[in-house]
């Protein structure tokens, strides 16, 4: 591990610090987590793996990300599909020249927009602090560690 | 278009090859020549800057000139292709950038291969890379051809023939002179100035409806003679069912495809972290989107302030609406703010090109030298460096993207740019999102995946129609024609999908548990990320 390793900017300032998911210290008491000589870094990123402070990491990331692709790209494929399959339904006038097909695709910029938004905010809130955090931790771990 | 144009385009041409070469000799000044600094420029540059450089990276001159022609002769279908460019992005945000920048070093064959047995599984991630670079590497030296003749009124096959050397040339300098550092830089001037141009001239548009969009679609639609039908979907795609199918695959070849092109992954690999790289995408999503939303008001106002036909006499495929849109602008023709504006938009799409042509030409040689040499080495003979090896690729893809480009000076450039991204998402995008996310891939996965998708994306191009049996073929003489859609996606990515699956569950060797719990842990963490 580097020390001046580029995640050392202002989010890694309070690195040491529990966040609420359970994340252990990489000086704490000897627990399942306890960087044990001999260990293989194959065994480490196991253990880390099954540690309770990456599966909520890992939670949190899935439970955004799968509902908003297929959500995104369902919106999509029904937006290509109608524009193909339904000139007609996308031509009804919506307001002077504007129609629907016009108010769809503004709509799919606009949605794309809000989703790149709400994942940026989500991860800086939700996930980066507890992610930054195991890094630390298994980067100390597998140092030193025979692969 | 008469001489003063061309003078003036000449001159800001010669300015912006000036200024790239000064740039990559200030960058190759005191190079280090590692890997690192040859491939990803160090690793430390801001999210803003990659997401400028990213913006710089994706945004070619078919979008610029292409799209916003679309628009002007065909109103509404034109916006189907800038919305499948657009939404292709949420892709690369939601799935892949963050965990690609954490699991690998340079190329995509770097996040495949960790899981995987080395040496099988880069040569052939680096086959389809190189595959889908050279593709659309071609198109784009084609575009330059025939565009900058039409800027420069020179149509002759002689110009278009000098233009593609030229701009040949120039990307190989970039590259192996500059490497990832040159390029990068090369890509945020490009996109600085391609924005700016886009922004001037959509206040003018704007500015003569007294920023009344409605007022602009309604001229549109009379000018365009299709009336209301214009600012509907239908005008170019909704003929037959052929046709439709085939916007259809297109449409999924876009949203898909770019998460898989080689140039932007790299991208992902010049910024310190994760973060950095999920900032820089969205820095991205914002300068791209909002560049396509102005694509969308150049293109009516094209239509309504030059008018379909006058653009149709041009240059058939609208290539030419946004500079003619651009003269009109300007005063008109002869007047002196028209000369300019002109100039400017003709130089701008010259460093659109430029800077497109660098970010793939160094992806390449990426994965020629460090996945495809480093593996198909012979184990006795002399090792060069890899860095060594890549900038002699990048001359060797350079030539050899002349020489395609010189034979294929009549391909249709959006069917090639089409074909690219079918590419990329049937062969790349599965191996990409199965070794991210799915526990018992394996070795013979991923190298079915590559394979399923690479093999039929290309087979079906061979039999389609573009290749034989209409009058517009590339061979119109002969007909062995099966397929009846021009872009294969819709066919060729599920089969990508499908062979990766069934590669994994035939295995005869169990998943690596170990290797699948170091990805995920890396992906989602950055531990040990580099």
């Known amino acids: ?29 000897p627990g399942p987590a306890d960087p044990r000589r001999g260990h293989s870094a194959a065994d480490i990123y196991l253990e880390v793996q099954r540690s309770e402070a990456f599966q909520e990491v890992r939670r949190r990331y899935r439970r955004f990300v799968v509902p908003a692709t297929f959500a995104f790209l369902a919106w999509y494929l029904v937006y290509v599909v109608a524009a193909v399959t339904a000139p007609g339904l996308m031509a009804r006038p919506v307001a002077g020249a504007v129609n629907v097909a016009m108010v769809a695709g503004l709509g799919q910029f606009l949605t794309t927009f809000l989703l790149t938004g709400a994942y940026a905010r989500h991860a800086r809130l939700r996930r980066d602090r507890a992610a930054l955090d195991l890094r630390w931790e298994t980067q100390e771990m597998t140092r030193g560690a025979g692969r | 278009m008469n001489g003063n144009h061309e003078t003036l385009a000449l001159l800001l041409f010669s300015a912006f090859i000036a200024v790239t070469l000064a740039i990559t000799t200030w960058v190759g000044r005191n190079r280090h020549g590692s890997a690192e600094e040859f491939y990803a420029g160090g690793r430390l540059f801001s999210p803003m800057e990659n997401g400028f450089a990213i913006a710089g990276d994706y945004m070619s001159a078919a979008s610029f000139l292409g799209i916003s022609g679309l628009i002007a002769l065909f109103g509404y279908d034109g916006m189907l292709y800038s919305v499948g460019f657009l939404v292709a992005w949420l892709v690369v945000l939601l799935l892949v950038a963050e965990l690609v ?60 023939s000098w233009t593609v050397i030229g701009v040949g040339a120039l990307m190989v300098i970039y590259v192996s002179l500059g490497g990832m550092r040159a390029t990068t830089w090369i890509q945020i001037v490009k996109a600085v100035l391609l924005m700016a141009g886009a922004v001037v001239l959509t206040v003018l548009v704007l500015v003569r409806f007294h920023g009344d969009f409605n007022a602009l679609l309604d001229s549109a639609a009379e000018r365009s003679g299709h ?57 991205s999503i914002g300068l791209i989107g909002s560049f396509y939303l102005m ?68 992806a390449s040689s990426a994965s020629v030298a460090h996945d495809l040499y480093a593996s198909l080495r012979r184990p006795g003979a002399k090792q060069y460096s890899e860095v060594a090896v890549a900038r002699v690729a990048a001359a060797v893809i350079g030539v050899a993207a002349i020489g395609l480009g010189l034979v294929a000076q009549d391909l249709n450039v959006a069917f090639l740019v089409g074909l690219a991204f079918a590419v990329a998402a049937s062969a790349n995008l599965p191996v990409l999102l199965y070794s991210l996310f799915w526990r018992n891939f394996t070795t013979r996965g991923a190298v079915w995946s590559v394979y399923g998708g690479l093999i039929p994306a290309v087979l079906l191009v061979l039999l389609s129609p573009v290749v034989s049996g209409s009058p517009d073929s590339f061979f119109p003489g002969v007909d062995f024609q099966l397929f009846p859609l021009e872009n294969p996606g819709l066919v060729s990515i599920p089969l990508g999908f499908l062979a990766g699956w069934a590669g994994a569950v035939t295995s005869t060797d169990p998943p690596d548990e170990a290797k699948h719990a170091e990805t995920e842990v890396r992906a989602l963490t950055g531990a040990g990320a580099v």
Request: glycine share 14%; with cysteine; hydrophobic share 50%.
């Open chain 2, 101 to 160: 920048r954490n699991c690998g070093r340079f190329t995509l064959a770097d996040v495949v291969a960790a899981r995987m047995a080395e040496r099988p599984v880069r040569i052939a991630a680096g086959t389809s890379s190189v595959t889908v670079s050279v593709l659309y590497l071609v198109a784009q030296m084609v575009g330059a051809g025939s565009l900058v003749a039409l800027l420069l009124g020179g149509t002759s096959g002689a110009a278009r």
């Open chain 2, 227 to 283: 009336g209301s039908r214009f600012l509907a979907p239908g005008l170019r795609y909704g003929g037959t069912w052929t046709a439709r199918i085939d916007f259809i695959s297109l449409g999924l070849a876009l949203v898909l495809g770019t998460a898989g092109l080689p140039h932007i992954l790299s991208r992902f690999y010049t910024v310190p972290t994760a973060r950095a790289a999920r900032r820089s995408v969205v820095w």
């Open chain 2, 295 to 362: 694509t969308i008001a150049l293109g009516f106002g094209a239509a309504a302030l030059v008018g379909s036909a006058e653009v149709r006499a041009s240059n058939a495929a609208g290539n030419t609406a946004v500079p003619l849109l651009a003269l009109v602008l300007g005063g008109g023709e002869g007047s002196t703010g028209g000369t300019i504006l002109f100039a400017v938009v003709a130089a701008v799409a010259f460093a659109t090109i430029l800077a497109v042509v660098a970010g793939i030409t160094l």
């Open chain 1, 1 to 29: 591990m580097r020390l001046d390793d580029p995640w050392y900017d202002a989010l890694a300032s309070g690195w040491g610090e529990l966040d609420g998911t359970g994340s252990f210290a990489p000086t704490g008491p």
